[in-house]
């Protein structure tokens, strides 16, 4: 490698302390500015990752902040389903009260109805038998009853008469 000597002659009028001087400051500026932006990019860096860090510890927060409110909604909505169970138990009992009263009312308004109208259907066939000179069941049951006294009497007389023949 050749390489060339450069020799700066002390007569030209360049005063070689402040050249040298400069030259110093210069690379000593050159180094703090070198340094600042390493410091800079290693600081944009820290910034990233502070941010990075606060960004996964905010979601991190988030997600139990939600899972909480997803227990507590659970929870509320767990209640509210017990209460609607409940009240639709008590509704659905008294209806079914409420039918069951309603269905005896109309079983003992139709037995009353039905007794009414037997009753009145019996007087109409009376009446109607009475007209036409039929007696009644009432009319025939005594003179059944009638008949009965008088077969007994019959029969007591015969035999009488069967002792006294013989």
């Known amino acids: 490698m050749n390489a060339e ?4 002659d002390a007569t030209s009028g360049i005063d070689l302390v402040k050249v040298q001087t400069q030259a110093v400051e210069g690379l000593q500026e050159i180094n703090k500015t070198g340094r600042r932006v ?3 990019y290693v600081g944009a860096w820290g910034f990233v990752y502070d941010r990075a860090v606060d960004l996964y ?3 991190v927060k988030l997600l139990g902040d939600a899972e909480k409110r997803g ?3 659970e929870a509320a909505l767990t209640k509210a389903l017990i209460r609607f169970e409940r009240q639709t138990d008590r509704s659905v009992d008294a209806f079914q009260d409420q039918v069951s009263d309603s269905a ?5 308004n139709l037995g009353e109805a039905g007794e009414t109208l037997e009753l009145r259907l ?3 066939i009376e009446r109607v038998l009475v007209n036409l000179g039929i007696p009644t069941r009432d009319r025939l049951e005594r003179l059944n ?8 009497k019959l ?3 015969l035999a009488r008469q069967h002792s006294t023949e013989a």
């Open 5 to 8: 000597v450069i020799t700066i």
């Open 38 to 40: 390493v410091l800079a």
């Open 57 to 59: 510890h905010g979601g």
């Open 71 to 73: 227990e507590s909604m």
């Open 104 to 108: 005896e009312q109309v079983t003992r």
């Open 122 to 124: 019996e007087r109409q």
């Open 145 to 152: 009853q009638e008949i009965d006294r008088l077969n007994a």
């Open 155 to 157: 029969d007591e007389e």
